[in-house]
């Protein structure tokens, strides 16, 4: 079993949609989350960093963490055609330089 | 705002050839990782450095090599260059005790 699993989808949605992505981990060691968006054939770009449980918004993004659960999410509010990309969640453990430990990533698409 | 900046974009080699990557981080990061991405696939960690000593070796076969130079740019020198080496390959660097992780462009060596 992964130490993160991520469903690949694809996801495809009509634009305005409410688009809900989520990860869920086996190792409790894992203290940091994040979310990438990743273009096709482009680097992974930092979307949002979260390291408590609980809500973090930024505009139309919204990082959830349920640490007791092992599970995050990432919501996307209204989403645009601009927002199609694979989407990756990534974790690390609590000291400094650990590397991050990626989901296989969710493919989304949305139709305008 | 300085990006991780990775060199050459692209790459194309034939088998058994050897390829240098390069990677120059955001100014002040001190560390420094190394991914391979395969199609369809989540980035898989390589190796680390941090202050121009490994840190960390993941899935990194023993044909290839890394090190950090003092200026903090690191290079992933590939030898004995197999078909499955073909992928896209992503620098990511790091300053501080800072988890957020910051990614290049990525390099997409293609072996013949």
């Known amino acids: 079993q992964k130490e993160v699993e991520q469903d690949p989808g694809p996801l495809s949605v009509p634009e305005g949609a409410i688009v809900s992505l989520n990860c869920t981990y086996s190792?409790?060691?894992?203290?940091?989350f994040m979310w990438y968006r990743q273009y096709s054939r482009k680097g992974p770009e930092l979307l949002m960093y979260?390291?408590?449980?609980g809500n973090k918004e930024d505009g139309r993004f919204t990082a959830q963490v349920d640490k007791s659960s092992k599970y995050i999410s990432l919501f996307i509010r209204d989403s645009q055609p601009s927002d199609s990309a694979t989407y990756l969640c990534a974790m690390t453990r609590i000291s400094g330089n650990t590397p991050l430990v990626f989901g296989k990533g969710t493919r989304l698409s949305v139709i305008a | 705002a300085a990006g991780v900046i990775q060199s050459p974009r692209h790459l194309i080699k034939e088998k058994r050839e050897t390829a240098t990557l390069k990677c120059y981080p955001i100014?002040?990061?001190?560390?420094v990782y190394w991914y391979q991405q395969g199609p369809g696939q989540d980035p898989q960690f390589l190796i680390s450095f941090y202050e121009k000593m490994q840190s960390d070796k993941g899935s990194i076969p023993d044909r290839f090599s890394a090190q950090q130079f003092s200026d903090y740019h690191s290079e992933l020198n590939m030898s004995s260059l197999e078909l499955g080496d073909s992928a896209l390959y992503f620098c990511?660097?790091?300053?501080?005790?800072?988890?957020?992780?910051?990614f290049g462009s990525g390099t997409q060596l293609s072996v013949l």
């Open positions: 990511a660097s790091r300053g501080g005790m800072n988890e957020k992780l910051f």
């Open positions: 979260t390291y408590s449980s």
């Open positions: 100014p002040r990061h001190d560390t």
């Open positions: 190792n409790s060691a894992f203290q940091y």
